[in-house]
């Protein structure tokens, strides 16, 4: 038995004034409010679009509501089965309140529910299914066989570097770069406040201590000048994180690294693909570390890849990703290394996907583009940073809301698209105000984007129907709540 949802808030009689039908609407209960007589009975509803359309008409907000209110509105039988009220909604027809004997509604059912849309989703329609069920047959499923080869050489490839190491995961990527290079106890990395928390986590877990640095304004990524006012006697690493598919200014983050002799650990988990002044990011540290958790640009489920120019610290790589045991010496241990393989199933869809990365990264500019298109035209909608030297990827599609101009905030938006079937995601959080990497140090520019950013749907095989459809949702909410707050100021 199917749950009746709670749709009381959605209910307002007939004596409410449009400014009820308003700030119910705005309060977020799916876009939708019914009216109903002294029975209970449904005389008629409004959807964000009606009631705009009332004001817009001339109507006050004082106004009752039944004067403006959509008269023709198709419900639902709440007895019927859910599949046959299902067929009741289209395009046009995007909720439907489902009624009792006597009219009354008691439910309601929408379009959104039917079409939800995730921020990411892989797209696993190339070599993926062929190569892994080759991979079974083979029986070469655990850490050996040829797809991780044939994986490691299509990345390395694609970067134009000698050497790529498959690992489990985008974590122990970074921790197993940070060990190689030597970090331990009583050393200093210097991490962005804003990135995924794992970036800061690895270096705990080498006994080291995160030095948060700030980001900059038009890159969302680290600030060199700030990088270098965190410099200490113990600094022995930096590490620029690609945040959202945008690279990190590296030059005079590089030439801070060469002064003070750092080592430049690239987390480019979120970036594959993305260019600074023609160098592929990752290819421009001491290592360059990716994710291919199942939300990246190109997945394997779980999976990892460390990149490096330097054929010792590959080695170095190699042998601490493999329980620290020597190559030619099966069960001599040169050091306490730790297991960090990739299984070659994994491997096989990752050669699958690497197959089909150009194709992801140019889908996605087109996504992009139209994305940039619509959104230009929406007051209060910031579009992501492109700093003229970069190409930004667009791991997802990420926004900045200036509520002084939208009329509405980040997270009064998501909630609003949410109820649409539209998944976002708010920006990670300062890591500074995280018990576990706490700072008292400011960081204005990251306390700022945390709070303002949001990220939209980019699936490499997202419809452009859809890009329009999340487009036009914001559009609409922004309309709505500005139209609200210009009545209010009235
Ligand atoms: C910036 C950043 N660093 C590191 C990671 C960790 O990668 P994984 O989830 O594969 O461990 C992620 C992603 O989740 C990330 O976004």
Redesign the pocket.
């Known amino acids: 038995m199917i749950q009746r949802r709670d749709i009381s808030e959605n209910i307002l009689s007939g004596s409410a004034t449009l400014k009820d039908v308003l700030v119910a609407l705005n309060r977020g209960i799916q876009g939708v409010v019914f009216v109903v007589d002294d029975s209970g009975a449904m005389t008629g509803l409004f959807t964000d679009g009606d009631a705009r359309r009332a004001l817009l008409g001339g109507g006050n907000l004082s106004d009752f509501a039944a004067q403006h209110m959509n008269r023709k509105f198709t419900v639902g039988k709440a007895s019927d089965s859910r599949q046959e009220n299902l067929k009741l909604l289209n395009e046009r027809v995007r909720h439907l309140p489902l009624v009792d004997e006597a009219g009354r509604p008691v439910d309601m059912i929408t379009w959104a529910e039917m079409w939800r849309l995730p921020v990411m989703e892989p797209s696993l329609a190339g070599n993926e299914l062929k190569y892994v069920t080759d991979c079974l047959g083979s029986g070469w499923i655990s850490s050996q066989g040829p797809y991780v080869r044939r994986f490691e050489e299509a990345f390395a490839t694609f970067h134009s570097v000698p050497h790529a190491l498959t690992v489990s995961?985008?974590?122990?990527a970074?921790h197993l770069a940070l060990v190689a290079l030597g970090i331990g106890p009583g050393d200093e990395v210097i991490v962005p406040d804003l990135?995924?928390a794992?970036?800061a986590n690895v270096v705990i877990h080498c006994g080291a201590t995160p030095v948060l640095a700030d980001v900059t304004p038009d890159t969302w990524t680290l600030d060199p000048a700030d990088v270098a006012r965190k410099i200490t006697r113990r600094t022995k690493a930096v590490m620029p994180?690609h945040?959202y598919g945008h690279p990190c200014d590296m030059d005079p983050i590089l030439a801070l690294a060469k002064k003070h002799n750092l080592f430049v650990v690239e987390?480019n988990?979120?970036a594959l693909g993305a260019e600074y002044r023609g160098a592929k990011t990752g290819t421009m540290g001491d290592v360059g570390c990716f994710?291919?958790?199942a939300n990246?640009v190109i997945t394997t489920g779980?999976?990892?890849m460390v990149i490096c120019k330097d054929a010792a610290l590959f080695q170095k790589m190699q042998v601490l990703r493999d329980h620290g045991m020597e190559k030619s010496r099966r069960y001599w241990h040169l050091v306490p290394g730790f297991n960090y393989r990739l299984t070659s199933m994994q491997a096989a869809i990752g050669l699958a996907q690497m197959e089909r990365l150009e194709h992801f990264l140019s889908r996605r500019d087109e996504i992009v583009a139209r994305y940039d298109a619509a959104l230009s035209k929406v007051p209060g909608i910031v579009l992501p940073p492109r700093a003229p030297w970069a190409r930004n990827i667009h791991w997802l599609y990420s926004i900045l809301v200036d509520p002084a101009l939208a009329g509405i905030d980040r997270d009064a938006l998501a909630v609003r698209l949410g109820e649409l079937g539209i998944e976002t995601r708010g920006f990670f959080f300062p890591l500074h105000i995280m018990p576990p990497y706490a700072s008292t140090d400011a960081f204005p520019v990251t306390t700022d984007v945390s709070s303002r950013g949001l990220s939209l749907p980019t699936a490499n095989d997202i419809r452009f129907e859809d890009v329009d459809r999340v487009c036009a949702a914001i559009a609409d909410i922004v309309r709505t709540a500005l139209t609200l707050k210009n009545h209010a100021a009235a």
């Not at 995961?169 to 122990?172: A, E, I, L, R, S």
């Open positions: 995961n985008g974590t122990v970074l990135t995924f794992a970036s994180v945040l987390d988990a979120e994710s291919f958790f990246k779980e999976g990892g």
